[in-house]
């Protein structure tokens, strides 16, 4: 996926708790925040959960322990007519509706939604008949790589490529709410580039919003990052999502900092242009000296300004005779 400017994805995910209403406001916040898209899941929870999964550390840790994985994860589930709604309003208010579907028939919806570009989570990077019939859409794709090893990697981009998928973007991803940053690995995302020639972008699950203005900085073309409204609110991953605020500080700090990234090419600013002269010094008499002398260590010193003979020929000046009077600090004329 190549953008002019770095994609930011606002993962609401299933942070909406089930509420198409809090769904909206989030699409809202997002908007005001700035970012290009926002992105939910799309899953029919039987489908998608069999009844004997157990719940993460984390999902333990930030939901009712006493539902199973198949009982938390219905309560977080929307309608396909809901998103229809969703992606309709993302329509009104002029920010990309995408959602990640984790089952065949949500992969199906979503092309009817004329949905563009699908992201495949981290956990399906495996899941043979899925990366099949996404690629097969032949839209654009975005694949997280958490928990992922680069043979499982290529084996994936291998199954996409071959069956229809052209545009890929990986994304460097850890999988853990929230991500330790000594496990970050953000090194990885350039291994990536450079091992498969592709597009990279990074999926952030660290608290705060270092890591993804870090990724940027090393070349991320696509930024992906939880948000929520109330980091308070019950569910497996407000806590490790940002809030209003900080998604609005990480998207102005993004943008600052691929302005800040330029072409590369090492030459003065239009800005430094008129300091040249300030801040740099030229050859000047440190004495008076008269007509006919010669141009010694001793005569001549090196001040500001900048407009006058460059110090780089001090070797060429030395030895020289002066060809008129000069006054102390006077600019040296050969």
């Known amino acids: 996926m190549k953008n002019d400017n770095v994609f930011i994805i606002a993962e609401a995910g299933v942070n909406h708790n089930g509420s198409i209403d809090i769904a909206k406001k989030m699409i809202d916040v997002a908007k005001s925040c700035g970012v290009d898209a926002i992105k939910f899941q799309t899953f029919k ?9 157990q719940k993460a550390e984390y999902q333990i840790n930030n939901t009712n322990n006493s539902d199973s994985q198949l009982e938390m994860v219905k309560k977080l589930e929307l309608s396909y007519s809901d998103f229809c709604n969703l992606k309709k309003y993302c329509d009104e208010k002029g920010i990309i ?21 699908y992201k495949i989570p981290s956990g399906e990077i495996n899941n043979l008949p899925y990366l099949r019939k996404i690629a097969k859409l032949k839209k654009t794709v975005i694949m997280s790589t958490g928990m992922s090893t680069l043979n499982e990697i290529e084996q994936a981009i291998f199954i996409l490529k ?60 696509v930024i992906e990052k939880h948000f929520t409204l109330d980091k308070n609110m019950e569910g497996p991953d407000h806590k490790a999502s940002l809030e209003p605020k900080e998604l609005s500080a990480m998207v102005r700090a993004i943008r600052n900092i691929e302005s800040a990234l330029g072409n590369g090419i090492k030459e003065p600013s239009k800005s430094e242009i008129k300091n040249i002269n300030i801040a740099r010094k030229s050859i000047v008499a440190n004495c008076v000296i008269k007509k006919g002398e010669i141009f010694t260590e001793n005569n001549i010193t090196v001040k500001r300004p900048g407009n006058g003979i460059s110090p780089m020929k001090w070797d060429i000046v030395i030895g020289q005779s002066a060809k008129r009077d000069f006054i102390e600090d006077e600019l040296i004329e050969i």
């Open 45 to 53: 929870s039987e489908r998608v959960v069999s009844k004997f999964a």
């Open 97 to 117: 509706f995408m959602s990640t579907p984790f089952d065949f028939e949500s992969i199906d919806f979503l092309n009817e939604l004329d949905m563009n570009t």
């Open 162 to 221: 071959d069956n229809g998928a052209e545009d890929i973007t990986l994304l460097h991803c850890t999988t853990e709410y929230p991500a330790p940053f000594e496990e970050v690995n953000l090194n990885a995302m350039i291994t990536l580039r450079e091992k498969f020639k592709l597009y990279v972008g990074y999926s952030d699950h660290t608290v705060g919003i270092e890591v993804p203005i870090a990724a940027v900085a090393m070349g991320a073309s």
